[in-house]
Structure formats: structure tokens, C-alpha cells
């Protein structure tokens, strides 16, 4: 061995070794009305300040595989992500009884709002989050739950939702929107009518909120969700293309807004 390379060697020996940033992922017990939740929380190591908070909620399935992969996605771009828990620690692939969990869920529009409020404060709450600096994105189910959380003029700086239910919100719910709004809408969604979409869209222009509405061609209800062909819905199937598109419209929306 030469003295160069020795002391090479030596030199590489006692050089501090960088640490390896990681993604962190951990269950998050709380309680709402005396329902016992579990949500999930990513977010990646090797901030050292705090970070911008997004809330995730899921589908009405249930917090699952899908919503906690969306949240690992959000981590990786470097937020601090929670998918919250609507239902209790319950999950499921059968359509009914999706719709008997969600429609108990919307039947009282005080306590949906309440129960979404009660993840957005679990994410606040992290002292790695910036809780002046707090977004919300749902599918489906989730995404008309973020749009109520507007509705009920909660100080978030922006909403995301993909092909979730639009309720045209009343006048007065209107007016207290208080955040920008991203709706990523499947132009081939049965679920809702056009009609509907238009209402939606005139009833936040004349409450002057800062919104924006992208349509994807042939894309159905569910399309960002790989196994939506798999409940054996015809009106639900992923599509690749709309699934990339909104995603990258969303990142740009939430880059805009999340300083």
C-alpha cells in the first residue's frame, strides 16, 4: 500500500458518516364523540423544521392500503401527511356496506364535519408541523369531506379533491370558504351530473372563491385508484393518464399555496 492510499484510507475512516434521511409511517391513536380512531402519519426524518401538514382523507372504503400509500406519497414530497380515520378502524371492499358507513357518516353534517375536524387537529398538533401552513386533499367520499371542512370555513390554505362528491354548498356555506380550491373531476364520472358541477362551480365564483376545476377525458369515478376495477362497479375504473395529471396538478397547486 502506498502512503497515498493510506492515508486515504485513514482520511475515509474518520470522516463523519452523513445520516440517512428516512420516511417515518406510524399509527396515530385519538377519539372523537367517543369513537375510537386510528389514523396514519408519514413524514421524512431529515427536516429539521417544521414542515407544511397535509390532511389526507380516503375513500369510502375506508382508511386502507390506498389512503396510506397516498400519504407515504405526500411524505416523499417532503409534507408532513395524516390520513385521518372516519369510521373507527373499519375497512371494506363491499360497495353496501361502504355506502351504509359513509351515509350514517353524511346524515348529520355537524358531526362529519367535526369528525374530519378531529384528524386535521391530530395533524396540527405534531410538533414537526407548521400549523399555519395546513392543506387537505380526500377521494371520493373524502373529497366531499374536505369540501365541507371549506364549507364549514375551516383556515386551510388549500383543498384538494379527486373525484369526489360535489354538494353545491348554500350561499351563505359559500361565503365562509376561506381556502383555494382544486377539484380534479373525471369528465366521464356518472356519478355526477353536469348539471351539478356547474351549480358547484357558479356557487363559489359569485362567493368570489379562488377555485379551480380540471376535467380528465374518459376518466371515470375512481380513476386515480389502481384497484378500482376490482369491486366490479362499472361506473369506477383507473386511469393511468388522469391519475398522473392530477397528481401533478395537485403538487402544483399545493407548491402555490403551502409556503
Known amino acids: 500500500m502506498t502512503f497515498r492510499t493510506a492515508a486515504l484510507t485513514v482520511l475515509l475512516a474518520l470522516a463523519p458518516v452523513a445520516t440517512q434521511a428516512k420516511l417515518v409511517t406510524k399509527e396515530v391513536p385519538y377519539e372523537h364523540d367517543g369513537t375510537k380512531l386510528v389514523g396514519y402519519l408519514a413524514y421524512d426524518d431529515k427536516y429539521d423544521t417544521p414542515r407544511p401538514g397535509v390532511l389526507v382523507v380516503h375513500e369510502w372504503w375506508g382508511l386502507n392500503d390506498y389512503a396510506r400509500k397516498r400519504t407515504e406519497m405526500l411524505a416523499e414530497l ?3 401527511a395524516f390520513a385521518l380515520d372516519m369510521y373507527g378502524e373499519k375497512v371494506t371492499q363491499h360497495p353496501k356496506e361502504a355506502g351504509e358507513w359513509s351515509g350514517a357518516i353524511r346524515s348529520n ?8 375536524l378531529s384528524g386535521l387537529n391530530v395533524l396540527t398538533a405534531q410538533d414537526n408541523v407548521d400549523s399555519e401552513n395546513v392543506a387537505a386533499i380526500g377521494y371520493c367520499f373524502g373529497g366531499s369531506t374536505v369540501l365541507q371542512m371549506a364549507f364549514a370555513g375551516e383556515k386551510l390554505k388549500a383543498v384538494v379533491t379527486f373525484h369526489g362528491g360535489l354538494v353545491v354548498p348554500s350561499e351563505e356555506e359559500a361565503d365562509d370558504i376561506e381556502t383555494a380550491v382544486l377539484v380534479c373531476h373525471g369528465a366521464s364520472d356518472s356519478f355526477i351530473p353536469e348539471k351539478t358541477a356547474q351549480e358547484f362551480r357558479e356557487a363559489l365564483t359569485k362567493a368570489d372563491v379562488d377555485w379551480m376545476m380540471v376535467y380528465y377525458a374518459n ?3 375512481g380513476f386515480t385508484n389502481p384497484g378500482a376495477d376490482d369491486y366490479g362497479l362499472p361506473p369506477l375504473a383507473y386511469n393511468k393518464k388522469a391519475d398522473k395529471r392530477s397528481w401533478t396538478d395537485m403538487k402544483s397547486f399545493l407548491k402555490e399555496k403551502l409556503k
Not at 353534517?109 to 374530519?116: G, L
Open 109 to 116: 353534517v355537524k358531526q362529519w364535519r367535526e369528525r374530519a
Open 78 to 80: 417532503g409534507y408532513v
Open 219 to 221: 376518466a371515470k369515478h
